[in-house]
């Protein structure tokens, strides 16, 4: 690019931040400035959501992320979420599993929130979904796919920073239950950090699992498989 045309071009833009200022205001700018940062944000969660699942999916070892902060914050959270399995003589198993929430918090308080594969945009007029978890409900099977994140984050950075998750086990957290069969499995999303947009997610976009108020099953089935993949994610 030439000196004249790069000059051109700042000037440009100089001009224009200018006039939009000294039309629409200085919160106008900021606000336009702070949705920027949080789209940002938001595609970075994504692309962690994508490295994740590719662990659990496909059996990778790790993944590595290099992200700009600009001074964000990156945290981890307690969050649970409760597998109840229930079987045709009326009996049931249950099991807790501490699945975590890995958090992104610009300086504005929009909150990018990644957990067990779901994630959500948190800000001051409310929450967005913008990913779902494998959780299937089938018409004789059901599957949920959990992943638990553990590491005790916190940190934040004006420059760009290295995130490493690590597989460290996979499992299967469906009992078995000699001569019992399987009649549905309730996922109890009450003890997670963000329970309102759990319910949100199960009620806009995991239709076929029934339920309100933070429980929500799949009914009338002969099989259910629940895993869970164990990540630990390093920041620095």
Not at 105 to 128: H, M, N, P, V, W
Not at 174 to 198: F, G, H, M
């Amino acid at each position: 690019m030439s000196d004249t045309l790069a000059f051109t071009l700042v000037f440009t833009i100089i001009i224009t931040s200018v006039g939009f200022t000294g039309l629409y205001g200085i919160d106008a700018v900021e606000n336009i400035r702070d949705s920027a940062q949080a789209n940002t944000a938001e595609r970075s969660m994504s692309d962690f959501a994508m490295g994740v699942r590719e662990i659990q999916n496909d059996g990778s070892p790790r993944h590595v992320q290099r992200l700009e902060l600009g001074g964000d914050r990156l945290q981890t959270t307690d969050s649970k979420i409760r597998v109840e399995i229930g079987y045709d003589d009326d009996s049931y198993t249950n099991e807790t599993v501490p699945v975590g929430s890995f958090v992104r918090r610009t300086d504005s308080d929009t909150q990018l929130i990644y957990t067990t594969g779901a994630t959500f945009r948190k800000e001051s007029r409310g929450t967005i979904i913008t990913g779902t978890p494998a959780f299937r409900c089938g018409s004789d099977t059901a599957h949920a796919s959990l992943i638990e994140v553990r590491g005790q984050v916190s940190q934040s950075s004006d420059g760009p920073v290295m995130v490493r998750t690590v597989t460290q086990n996979r499992e299967s957290i469906t009992p078995l239950r000699p001569n019992k069969n399987t009649k549905n499995v309730t996922i109890n999303v009450r003890s997670t950090e963000y329970p309102d947009a759990w319910n949100r997610l199960f009620e806009s976009e995991l239709t076929k699992w029934s339920g309100t108020d933070g429980r929500y099953t799949c009914d009338g089935i002969e099989r259910v498989v629940v895993h869970n993949t164990i990540v630990e994610t390093t920041v620095n």
